[in-house]
């Protein structure tokens, strides 16, 4: 599976300049390759990008998540997520979970990895609980 440099060079964005505040990633079967599908604005929120994942289609995803830790110290943890909804088609999920690794490998820099079948394994207190991971 090839990626498309602009993966790469978004993800760049979002890591060192913060102009994203996330990604969300598709493969293009026939051409076999990941492509840039969404980017998301600094000032779009988690809900923004969880209605940027459709509900039927496999996708990765790279969220810039903001949180306060107990001391009141603002930090961010960028997440990986491979999103396959129970939902989508049996080759689709093998395609995503047969590319995953080698993906996510071009993308230095990520700090958490969720895998999510249904929006509550991706939701906001998900999030939270794995930032101290």
């Given amino acids: ?27 293009e079967e026939k051409q076999k390759e ?51 909804p129970d939902t989508a088609k049996v080759r689709s999920k093998m395609i995503y979970a047969s590319s995953k690794d080698r993906f996510k490998r071009e993308l230095d820099g990520i700090q958490v990895e969720l895998q999510a079948t249904d929006p509550t394994e991706m939701g906001l207190d998900v999030f939270k609980s794995r930032v101290n991971l």
């Fill in 34 to 84: 990941v492509i840039v599908e969404k980017l998301g604005e600094p000032t779009e929120t988690y809900e923004d990008f969880t209605s940027s994942l459709p509900a039927e289609e496999c996708r990765y995803a790279v969220f810039d998540f903001d949180f306060v830790t107990e001391e009141n110290v603002q930090k961010s943890r960028i997440f990986f997520i491979a999103w396959s």
């Fill in 1 to 27: 599976m090839a990626v498309h440099d602009d993966c790469k060079l978004k993800f760049m964005e979002l890591k060192a300049k913060r102009t994203h505040r996330f990604i969300v990633y598709k493969i």
